[in-house]
């Protein structure tokens, strides 16, 4: 008998305000066809202004709970992935958790970037396993929109806001891969690649929020390497080969990215999950949206084994195996 922590429920929340990447043209040099054919983004959210990433958390975390027929004070903590909190402090978590009227448990954010929902539901996972908590909510919900350089064409128009929600709980397995729940997670960081992805401000240097920086054509040749190797690393250590995959859940930077992970790990793209085009690349947020809209589709059914990997600053990398 080995606990396990499952998926009860999933949600998602993107602001209401949609911009085609036409509108881009209009103050860039830039165009619909470059941004699609590099990248494979069409269209992206950016939330309205006033509207914050623990409001965006916020919807997502209430979609996930309705999915899971929970009510908040039935979530022992709540773990939030983001770059972009609110404030400087408190954490969204706690921002979240007093907007879902939970008055109980305990929230924390979790900060590495684009990998963050890794980092975080890893560290979910090891709060149900170690008998902490039994039912934790996982966030990933950014406002990228607010640390963009609006005049850097190489950035600005590759990001989204959004977030999505997981509500994961212990159950008890067989300790075999044919449980459902967290399988299997592997995480990794290496601060000498700082400057390929940073923002260029913080609390203890220039005292604000900075905009993001991006080495992106350095970046794209560590992704595809980097994410291929953390998937087979989560993959082995529990006995599993790629062909054992029904979906992979990449993170939702780059369709080129994307297309070359999943070739490197011999899985056909139909059994990939993706939404970049729909709405850009929404850092902690995009594996979480992704998993949603999976289920959405109707492509993501219970039973099926899920691999999701992301890679963004720090470098920090990670991949989950999760079935669902
Ligand atoms: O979420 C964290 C992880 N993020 C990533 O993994 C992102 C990784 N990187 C990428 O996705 C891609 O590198 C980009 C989409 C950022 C760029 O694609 P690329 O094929 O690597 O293009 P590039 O950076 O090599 O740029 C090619 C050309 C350059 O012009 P020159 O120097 O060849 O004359 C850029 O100045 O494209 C130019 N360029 C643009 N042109 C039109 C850069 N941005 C734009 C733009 N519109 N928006």
């Known amino acids: 008998m080995t606990l396990r922590a499952v998926v009860k429920g999933v949600g998602h929340f993107l602001p209401e305000r949609i911009v085609p990447n036409s509108e881009f043209e209009k103050t860039l040099d830039t ?49 939030v992935a983001t770059s972009t909190p609110d404030l400087t402090f408190p954490s969204v978590a706690t921002m979240l958790q007093n907007k879902l009227g939970m008055r109980r448990g305990f929230g924390f954010d979790v900060q590495a970037v684009c990998a963050g929902f890794i980092y975080a539901l890893t560290n979910a996972n090891a709060l149900i396993l170690s008998g902490q908590c039994k039912t934790v909510m996982v966030v990933g919900a950014e406002t990228f929109s607010r640390i963009m350089d609006w005049e850097d064409r190489s950035t600005c128009v590759l990001f989204g806001d959004g977030a999505g929600a997981l509500v994961l709980q212990a159950e008890t397995g067989s300790g075999g891969n044919e449980d459902r729940g967290v399988l299997s997670a592997d995480l990794n960081s290496d601060g000498r690649f700082k400057d390929m992805l940073f923002v260029d401000g913080g609390v203890s240097t220039t005292g604000s929020s900075g905009k993001l920086r991006m080495q992106g054509n350095a970046l794209f040749r560590q992704a595809v390497e980097k994410l291929t190797s953390t998937a087979h690393t989560a993959l082995t250590k529990i006995g599993l080969t790629d062909d054992a995959v029904d979906w992979i859940v990449p993170h939702q930077a780059n369709i080129r990215i994307i297309q070359g992970t999943a070739r490197k790990m011999g899985v056909p793209m139909d059994r990939v999950i993706v939404t970049v085009q729909d709405h850009g690349n929404t850092s902690a947020a995009s594996i979480p949206l992704a998993m949603s809209i999976g289920v959405e589709r109707g492509q993501i059914k219970p039973g099926d084994l899920l691999v999701a990997e992301a890679i963004g600053g720090g470098l920090a990398w990670g991949a989950v195996v999760l079935r669902w």
């Open 31 to 79: 165009s619909d066809e470059w941004i699609r054919s590099r990248s494979g983004i069409e269209r992206r959210h950016f939330a309205a202004e006033g509207q914050t990433t623990s409001d965006l958390g916020y919807e997502a975390a209430r979609a996930a709970l309705e999915n899971a027929g929970m009510q908040a004070d039935d979530i022992d903590a709540i773990v």
